[in-house]
């Protein structure tokens, strides 16, 4: 066995324990689905279906799987779920955790359509007359 593989397989079971600890309460089909997304997302370092189903190699034809997932994906997010990735990841987030802001991204004065456009406030310009 290749050293790669090796290295592939003891990071498959890594995710597997992450991801069993936050769906254990959940049915096996549920279960199943989470370990699949986190795995996909991981291994093809994208959220595209598409992607992630190449990645899980499954005997099916990638029709029907990205449809699987994408039927998943509609029924949303349990909340035991939910609640036990919070209370897994808790843990592992220090209690005064650093913030990092990339000040590039927040300021586009002549942008008038982007994907989740909010209010943002440009605190280097003055709005006092």
């Known amino acids: 066995m290749a050293n790669s593989t090796s290295i592939t397989y003891r990071l498959k079971r890594k995710i597997w324990a992450f991801t069993n600890k936050i769906s254990r309460r959940l049915s096996k089909p549920d279960r199943k689905f989470t370990a699949d997304m986190v ?4 291994a093809s370092r994208s959220c595209l279906l598409t992607d992630i189903s190449d ?5 099916a034809q990638k029709a029907n799987t990205v449809k699987r997932l994408s039927n998943h994906l509609s029924e949303g997010t349990p909340a035991s779920a939910a609640a036990s990735y919070l209370h897994t990841i808790k843990r592992l987030v220090p209690s005064e955790p650093v ?5 590039s991204d927040i300021v586009k004065p002549d942008g008038k359509q982007f994907e989740a456009l909010g209010i943002v406030r440009d605190g280097s310009e003055s709005t006092h007359p």
Do not use: F, K, R, S
């Not at 795995?39 to 991981?42: E, Q, R, S, T």
């Not at 913030?99 to 000040?103: H, S």
């Open 99 to 103: 913030v990092l802001i990339d000040e």
């Open 39 to 42: 795995y996909g997302i991981l």
């Open 55 to 59: 990645q899980l190699h499954e005997t």
